[in-house]
């Protein structure tokens, strides 16, 4: 028989067209949307490899139900926060992923992000909406200039390093990049970026971007101390993962007032429901999880997933793995 890979989801057209005319494996294709837990414990049995998106949990239960065959997971993003890497490690499972591709798109969206928030694009929107535009005024509406701020970037890899050099030119000769993580990089030369412990990085930037992977260091990393110190006008961005926030401290901070402006794609949970607390805020900007969410690079995504989970199961070097 021919090994089994099982899709969770539907890629966008060419990807699933490359998966479809693989002629060495059996696809099990879940059409409907998001696949159950029940349904996903029950098609995993005897696959030898597994393509999923963030979506979806990859722990032990889920392990366990799949059984010895299988020797890839292909996570459709390049987040694996929703993936047990020491449970695949223990197995011998192969890990695939989708860095690279989306930086641009993921980079673009930050900074759209970034210049939303300091414009205050909901309410400008909105006011439009509401019939608030009324006259020209010399005091309405007004946001913060980006010329001269100093930005920090939680995170300096590659989506980091992309959303740095796209607002570079908004900030200007006077401008300020700074980072904080794990380590020196050398591309930060080349930016003229300064590694500062991340206690420094709040209480200095005027723009802050999380651009880092959701991992134990990470998580809410971004409490209720963490915004107190931040500047009072901060613009604070999350393109990366919800919970790198506490979002019930985040929450607090917006309501006394110690946040300028807050621009969000991803949240807890997600999807947030139409009537949460975090939307209330006019100084919020939410948007769905759609950081990586071109035609282009979810192609290109898909295409790398294809290829990760096909090689994996045909025993070749994955194009895209993660060290475990
Ligand atoms: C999206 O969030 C991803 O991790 O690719
Ligand atoms: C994401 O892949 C990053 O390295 O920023």
Redesign the pocket.
């Known amino acids: 028989a021919l090994p089994k890979i099982l899709l969770t989801r539907t890629l966008p057209p060419e990807s699933q067209r490359l998966i479809e005319h693989a002629q060495d494996i059996e696809l099990l294709h879940w059409k409907d949307g998001v696949i159950p837990r029940d349904q996903l414990l029950k098609l995993v049995p005897g696959v030898s490899g597994i393509l999923c998106t963030?979506i979806e949990k990859i722990d032990s239960e889920l392990l366990d139900a799949a059984g010895p065959n299988l020797k890839v997971v292909s996570t459709f993003?390049?987040?694996y926060d929703h993936v047990d890497l020491s449970e695949l490690r223990k197995r011998k499972i192969h890990l695939g992923y989708?860095p690279d591709v989306?930086t641009d798109a993921t980079a673009d969206i930050t900074s759209l992000l970034v210049l939303a928030a300091s414009r205050r694009m909901r309410e400008a929107i909105r006011a439009v909406e509401d019939g608030e535009w009324n006259v020209w005024s010399p005091v309405w509406m007004l946001g913060t200039q980006l010329t001269g701020k100093t930005v920090g970037i939680v995170g300096l890899g590659r989506i980091g390093v992309a959303t740095a050099r796209r607002l570079k030119p908004f900030l200007g000769a006077n401008g300020k990049i700074i980072y904080s993580g794990n380590s020196d990089k050398p591309v930060a030369i080349e930016l003229g970026a300064s590694r500062v412990k991340f206690d420094m990085l709040i209480r200095e930037a005027d723009i802050i971007c999380i651009c880092c992977a959701l991992n134990v260091q990470t998580r809410e990393m971004f409490n209720y101390g963490a915004f107190k110190a931040m500047k009072k006008n901060v613009i604070l961005v999350n393109t990366a993962r919800g919970a790198i926030i506490q979002q019930d401290d985040l929450i607090r901070a917006l309501s006394e007032g110690l946040l300028g402006s807050v621009g969000l794609d991803v949240t807890t949970p997600e999807p947030l429901k139409p009537d949460h607390p975090l939307l209330k805020f006019q100084n919020v900007i939410v948007l769905p999880?759609i950081?990586?969410a071109t035609l282009e690079t979810r192609t290109m995504m898909g295409n790398l997933a294809v290829e990760n989970v096909l090689s994996g199961v045909r025993g070749q070097t994955m194009p895209s793995s993660v060290e475990l």
């Open positions: 963030l993003s390049v987040g989708t989306l999880h950081g990586s």
